[in-house]
């Protein structure tokens, strides 16, 4: 029998990366970028990149899924929540949303996403080995976060804050849960899922942007820098009259 130990599964909207504590180098099958793409088959086919939707019936856990085109999400590779951004069915996003989060997300689905991965056992001599990630944009800003501390997968159950130190004093706090996998699995591989601490669901009739409080760029100042990208600046929102009105930033 041919199994992996772990299958991890990232169910956030970011790109992470992970490598083993204390290790010098990314685990296999980590992407850096167009020119170093570890996803790519050794064989140098194309078979990661077929067409391959989701085919598995329709329950109260994945209504909708069947939308989104599920494949591996490789280190360096946006999670699943990212895909709903391609979605043009914005009447399907919630459903899409809840069933991705779920605790109760379907095997057939896991699959199609887990990324295959074991610890390197001369590096786990002396101690239960453990797991960092890191936030890294593989693809326009090129931004890593610096690596989060060192994280057991041994815990079933139980669910721990990891954090990533981001600029300008900001972090990324993402949750993670280790499951035993089902059925005859259960003896071979263990499941961990990344998903987001928080989901905001903005129900009001216009748009909203959301700053980290403990921030050494306040939001106040980042409207009158033109050092900062627009996308980066200040909400502003455009009246009747089409002159800008900037709204202050309220503390939640």
């Known amino acids: 029998t041919i199994y992996s130990p772990f299958w991890i599964v990232n169910t956030t909207e970011h790109s992470l990366r992970y490598k083993q504590e204390k290790a010098l180098s990314y685990v296999s099958g980590t992407v850096w970028g167009a020119d170093k793409d570890g996803s790519k088959p050794v064989d140098g086919s194309n078979r990661n990149e077929s067409d391959d939707t989701q085919d598995v019936s329709t329950t109260k856990n994945d209504t909708g899924l069947n939308l989104l085109k599920l494949n591996t999400i490789f280190p360096g590779t946006y999670g699943a929540l ?13 459903a899409i949303l809840a069933a991705l989060i779920s605790e109760d997300l ?7 996403l ?13 101690g239960s080995p453990r797991l960092c990630i890191q936030l890294a944009d593989t693809t326009t800003s090129r931004y890593t976060s610096a690596w989060s501390s060192g994280f057991g997968l041994e815990s079933v159950g139980v669910t721990q804050i990891v954090s990533m130190h981001c600029k300008d004093c900001r972090s990324l706090e993402v949750m993670v849960s280790v499951s035993v996998a089902p059925g005859r699995l259960s003896n071979y591989t263990k499941i961990v899922r990344i998903c987001p601490q928080y989901v905001v669901v903005n129900q009001l009739s216009q748009p909203i942007r959301l700053w980290q409080d403990n921030s050494l760029l306040h939001p106040n100042q980042v409207a009158e820098r033109s050092d900062v990208p627009f996308e980066s600046r200040k909400w502003i929102y455009v009246d009747g009259s089409e002159q800008g009105v900037i709204n202050q930033y309220e503390p939640l």
């Open 82 to 94: 990212k895909d709903l951004d391609k979605l043009d069915n914005e009447a399907s996003k919630p």
């Open 114 to 126: 887990a990324f295959m991965f074991n610890f390197h056992e001369v590096l786990s001599l002396g």
């Open 106 to 112: 379907p095997l057939a689905i896991t699959s199609k």
